[in-house]
């Protein structure tokens, strides 16, 4: 069994962690991942505050493990869905994309917070503001990661903070947690390789047409969601790169996501204010775009749409070729890391 710093800061078995995944990351799977010895996280940005407290309090009736939220800081309700899950004593809450004011809150209860970053000074940023662990991704990462590589990015961060590092993109076999542990982490995070399990709600025309992909089956681009990410390779998405402004289905995500957020007129306009002008926010047309990849984004997950559908997705689909439990790929990676690490402790120096 692999100890490391990340499983005695949340006191759990293996050096693994869930991706907060919009849409993907539901009470199922996050109790699945705690249940098999990983530290399970639910993205909460697609929901309203009272949907935020169900599935918090759903996750703990299928689970007796630490488990942790993601929400995204300049999005519309971060403020309140982080006071919901301060309210509940989530164990771990993890944030991107904002400067966290709710550190000490979450540490008067016991609790830890962890910030996830692309660029090395924002990791040590963060750690000065408070953060117990930093989430470092990596270029080869589903969504978004920036421009420098896991294997880059990884070793200059560690050389900067003291605190446990979560290494993500391009992360989904043994070999990986290896090597993210000799780059200096202290456990990892995967996203597209807990997609790809039997607990994912991902529809199965997605998983299908991950399987078949290869590792150069990705497009990276800014259009898909107002921010630089990363998604599978689809009609769509090459479609999306070729096109202008999408000014109609613009307006449509918008009004589905102040419907699937709750939000009034008057509240919607303030959040969308609020995101422009936050420390790290981002222009009109960003938001736009973000409202179109959110509808896009379900029309993949939730429909199977393979002509119009996104789905966020790293690289490393092109190592993945099966969907099997989420205990079997935990138990798999924690095996296959053990054996890794043996086989180096026994070359010859």
């Excluded at 490391?4 to 693994?16: A, Q, R, V, W």
């Excluded at 938001?287 to 429909?303: C, D, F, S």
């Excluded at 924690?334 to 086989?343: D, M």
């Amino acid at each position: 069994m692999l100890k490391t710093k990340m499983t005695e800061m949340f006191g759990i078995n293996h050096p693994i962690m869930l991706a907060g995944m919009n849409w993907i990351t539901e009470p199922k799977l996050v109790a699945a991942v705690c249940n098999a010895g990983g530290l399970g996280i639910l993205a909460v940005a697609r929901y309203n505050p009272k949907e935020t407290r169900a599935c918090i309090r759903q996750i703990r009736e299928m689970t007796d493990r630490p488990f942790g939220i993601n929400q995204i800081l300049i999005g519309p309700g971060a403020k309140e869905n982080i006071a919901v899950a301060i309210e509940e004593k989530v164990p771990v809450i993890n944030y991107s994309l904002g400067k966290p004011w709710f550190i000490n809150d979450v540490h008067a209860y016991g609790g830890k917070v962890v910030g996830t970053i692309a660029i090395a000074r924002h990791a040590a940023r963060a750690v000065e503001l408070g953060c117990d662990a930093i989430v470092v991704t990596g270029h080869e990462a589903a969504a978004h990661g920036a421009a420098a590589t896991s294997m880059v990015l990884i070793p200059i961060v560690a050389s900067m903070v003291n605190v446990p590092i979560i290494a993500a993109g391009g992360f989904y076999d043994g070999r990986g947690l290896a090597a993210a542990l000799a780059l200096g982490a202290h456990g990892i995070s995967m996203g597209t390789r807990f997609m790809l399990v039997k607990e994912s709600p991902v529809h199965d025309n997605f998983k299908r047409l991950c399987l078949e992909a290869t590792e150069q089956d990705t497009l990276y681009d800014n259009v898909f969601d107002g921010m630089d990410g990363r998604v599978l390779k689809t009609k769509a998405a090459v479609k999306m790169t070729r096109r202008g402004f999408p000014v109609i289905e613009a307006f449509k995500g918008a009004l589905l996501v102040k419907k699937l957020l709750n939000l009034s007129y008057g509240k919607f306009i303030a959040s969308a204010f609020a995101m422009m002008t936050a420390e790290e926010g981002h222009p009109l047309w960003v938001l736009a775009r973000q409202a179109v990849g959110n509808m896009r984004h379900l029309k993949a997950i939730q429909e199977g749409d393979t002509e119009e559908g996104i789905l966020f997705a790293g690289q490393c689909c092109g190592g993945i070729s099966d969907v099997p439990t989420v205990q079997e790929v935990v138990d798999r990676v924690v095996a296959e890391a053990e054996e890794t690490i043996a086989k180096l402790q026994g070359l010859k120096i």
